[in-house]
């Protein structure tokens, strides 16, 4: 029963939608994270300010000032009370997200900083330069630990993984690098022969690392096995950014194509394609909760946006599961565009959810398949956005206020929302072809059905064999230091 109700919420979930633009930035947009609590979203930019957009409806954004040159990176402590950021001045910063804006800069990179990540427990931070060098700092003590530089170019992004032990780092030597944090050595690296990352990110259980391609590619490495699980190639220019849905379920990536898209790992497809910056975007963050995310271009915006698909959670079910191999292609099922005026305006924005132009179904007659989708409306609206304002004050921008609404037209084959109504079309001369179509209807949700419980089962399976992994690690661990007891007995 309790598998049943997901299989209809899963039929049922909705498509993203647009909250609101936030308008303030001068210049393109590198970085997006949110807080910890939802409740504030932080962006980097190459105008050299940093700005806190405070989510509450009829709340201020405040803009910090401190570096001489573009800002890189932005990313909010796990606690919330700190902020690191990273700029091409060299320096790396730590704010107090406070009113007055308070920051302390850290320097020892002796080139452009590229990116900032702490440590799960907020105590480290890891940073990436084009001194072809990584760094990991004490954020208590505000002074470098040590630095990693087996990468013979520029450094592009390191990431901690969530257990704190690993770090991931891409470079534009064609490599990307796993390092064991407690030892300072590389444990594992894997080339890219066709280009070079921009961007990597641990996914949430520590078990896959993504990587986001100069040359249009998204790749996902199982850092236990060693190998390559999913290589997506679904967009026009170079990958920028990417960022994984809590769950792991989803992967969300941004592109020089002016495109997001979100990936459903599980399915090993792309799911969304969503138009909203008029330019290259640079940057994409899930919120803590994953109920929101948010884009950054360099069309100078930042925009914000609701998730809807994940409308029941994978999490507690499927902890680890990306271990399958699996290539996609275009067409993509939902094309997402707002309608103009464009968000720069600040006016009353709304988006419309198209798909990409079927093709033929040669299971059913031609009159069949030019059946038209089922329109199904959603709406939401949105707050008014923060405005610009200077560090310590902020004031109201109505530019930046925004309603969005969408109309879908879902076009994926097989899905019940696509098919016309069974009993409406039995009292017609397609009797015959109308029950074919519900049939088919209903094998396409026992399908779905089934491919859940798989998963499940794959899930369980999965959990078993790493708490066996854990189990037989300790007991090495343990007859290690029995033996050297007994060593030292003699």
């Not at 947009?29 to 939802?38: E, H, L, N, Y």
């Not at 330019?279 to 994953?290: I, R």
């Not at 050297?484 to 007995?489: F, S």
């Amino acid at each position: 029963a309790s598998s049943g109700s997901q299989i209809l919420q899963l039929l049922l979930q909705e498509d993203p939608i647009l909250i609101r633009p936030f308008k303030g930035h001068t210049a393109a947009v590198t970085g997006v994270d949110f807080s910890p609590t939802t409740t504030a979203l932080a962006s980097s930019s190459l105008d050299r300010f940093l700005m806190i957009w405070n989510l509450r409806p009829q709340s201020r954004a405040f803009r910090f000032v401190g570096h001489v040159e573009a800002v890189t990176s932005v990313q909010f402590s796990p606690d919330g009370h700190l902020m690191a950021s990273a700029s091409q001045d060299r320096t790396v910063r730590l704010w107090i997200p406070c009113i007055h804006g308070e920051s302390s800069a850290l320097k020892a990179h002796t080139a452009p900083v590229r990116s900032v990540n702490f440590s799960y427990d907020g105590q480290f931070l890891v940073t990436a330069s084009n001194d072809k060098s990584i760094k990991v700092w004490s954020v208590h003590r505000q002074r470098l630990l040590f630095s990693l530089s087996q990468h013979t170019h520029w450094v592009r992004c390191a990431k901690f993984s969530p257990d704190g032990r690993l770090i991931a780092s891409c470079s534009e030597d064609k490599t990307v690098k796993i390092w064991d944090a407690a030892n300072k050595v590389c444990i594992d690296s894997f080339t890219d022969y066709e280009g070079f990352a921009n961007y990597v990110d641990f996914n949430p259980s520590g078990t896959c690392v993504a990587s986001a391609g100069s040359n249009r590619t998204v790749k996902l490495w199982d850092i236990r096995m060693n190998k390559l699980l999913q290589h997506y190639r679904v967009h026009r220019a170079g990958v920028n950014c990417v960022s994984f849905h809590p769950s792991g379920n989803y992967l969300i990536t941004a592109s020089t194509d002016g495109t997001l898209k979100i990936m459903d790992l599980l399915e090993g497809r792309v799911i969304y394609t969503l138009h909203g910056h008029k330019g290259p975007v640079l940057s994409v963050a899930f919120s803590k909760g994953g109920e929101k995310f948010a884009s950054g271009g360099a069309d100078a915006q930042v925009l914000l946006w609701k998730t809807n698909f994940d409308t029941f959670n994978y999490k507690e079910v499927l902890k680890q599961h990306i271990r399958r191999i699996h290539t996609d292609n275009p067409p993509h099922l939902l094309d997402i565009y707002p309608r103009s005026p464009h968000p720069h305006d600040g006016k009353p924005q709304s988006i419309e959810v198209r798909s990409l132009p079927r093709l033929p179904d040669r299971r059913f007659s031609p009159s069949l398949d030019r059946q038209p989708g089922l329109c199904l409306p959603t709406s939401s609206t949105g707050p008014q956005g923060p405005a610009q304002a200077t560090q310590g004050q902020g004031q109201d921008d109505p530019d930046c206020s925004s309603v969005a609404q969408a109309t879908l037209v879902y076009h994926a084959p097989g899905d019940v929302r696509d098919r016309p109504d069974p009993s409406s079309a039995m009292a017609g001369p397609d009797h015959a072809a109308a029950r074919i179509m519900h049939i088919y209807d209903i094998a396409e949700i026992c399908k779905k059905y089934i491919t859940v419980v798989f998963l499940q089962t794959i899930s369980i399976l999965e959990q078993r064999l790493t708490l066996t992994e854990d189990k037989l690690k300790e007991c090495l661990e343990n007859q290690h230091k029995m033996l050297l007891q007994a060593r030292q007995g003699e």
